[in-house]
């Protein structure tokens, strides 16, 4: 199905802001969490508090929607100002540096993924709170555990709230007139598969630009599909191996495959194409079947029907080597409300706050906390399925290593992606580069 340049912009724009709001309290009631009868942490917000809160930005309207909500609720019922700021993916690794660096800012920042390892020293003990809401609700995911625990201990420094997990996500009656019925689990068969969509004139495109989420999800697959990491279980740089080499080597015919551009995409370059039918297959969130989902044009919903997930490709992995970007809840040591910062994340992660919001943004965050799996939204609509485990899996940033903060340093560095992009784009040889990579994670890594 075509659409129109003028269909194309208004999605390229609903990529970043979905067209339409839902409103609050379409998923109100949550019935279907089990939940333990735990006591909660007796806080006690200190007297005249308020917060200040610093988090990524939108990629549908949902996340900010029921954020704000659920933070006004919060405001009723105990009298607490808080003011969220909601700003770029690109942006919020700076901003916790500043926050970190000056002692000064926001009370609580939602980072990403392994950057509260960079500021243990800086952030408050979690553990009393993360136990909580682990013993009410079922455990937490294993991503969430490796994320949010100093590694090798119990003492938890951060609050994983969910994780932005990246399947495949195709236009099946593309992928079919390419000759397949389904993405291919080997590297073989998603090469031929990528190299049909090229044929036919619907390529595949996949970010290797400095895209946080994107790039170094895709940069992640391509080492762990071919059973290459970043470093060993003792901690010691694995990039320069036989294995990064043929993955290297494989993303460069991978890349010819591709849609143009993607080496300057940032997290919603992909949005944009997939969008516009520029591209047939991508490796992302829910956010581009939300958009054409909830789109008010008939034909976009059309194509959202077209749309279909998959885990990734297992490639030479034992399974699939899917992770998640997890949004990971800092709460910094320079904020003179501790006890109302803590109350407030316990709040937010209640069912009654969380649910509706993990709900209404059907998949876009998956949940860290193993109670919400079981909420009927991920099975009522099929194609959900695929982001329902995203924070059900042992690849993480640094994997198989210790999660540090030199592994959030070469993440938050790209070390990774420019490896690939020096390679696929001619400026280096795959020995050179993996070389040159692993030389620059070693710097982190030295202790």
Known sequence: MSITRRQSLALASASVAAASIPPVGARAAVTDVPTANVPPPNYKPEKGAELRVLRPAKFIDPDEVYWRANTKKYTEATGVPVRVDFISWEDIRPQTAVVANTGAGPDIVLGFSSDPQIYASKITDMTDLADYLGAKYGGWQELAMLYGTKWNTKNWISIPVGGGAGPTVYRQSWVKQAGFDKIPDDLDGFLALCQGLHKIGHPAGFALGHALGDANGYASWLLWSHNAMLVDERGK?????????????????????LVSGTLSWNDSGNNK????????????????????????DPKLNQMAADIQHQVLPKGLAPRSPMSATPMNAMVFKHTKYPEAAKDYLRFMMEADQYGPWLS???????????????????TEDPKLIPYASGMDTPYYDGFKGPVTSASSAVTANYTVVDMFAAVVTDNATPEGAAKRAAQQAARYYKT
């Open 237 to 257: 740089v694995a990039l320069d191996s036989k294995e990064t080499i043929a993955a290297l080597k494989y993303a460069t015919e991978l890349q010819k495959t």
């Open 360 to 378: 209404n943004c059907i998949g876009y965050w998956s949940n860290s906390l193993k109670a919400y799996s079981k909420m009927k939204f991920w």
């Open 273 to 296: 194409a997939f969008a516009a039918g520029d591209i047939g297959l991508t490796f992302n969130g829910v956010s581009i079947y939300y958009v054409l989902k909830t789109s008010p």
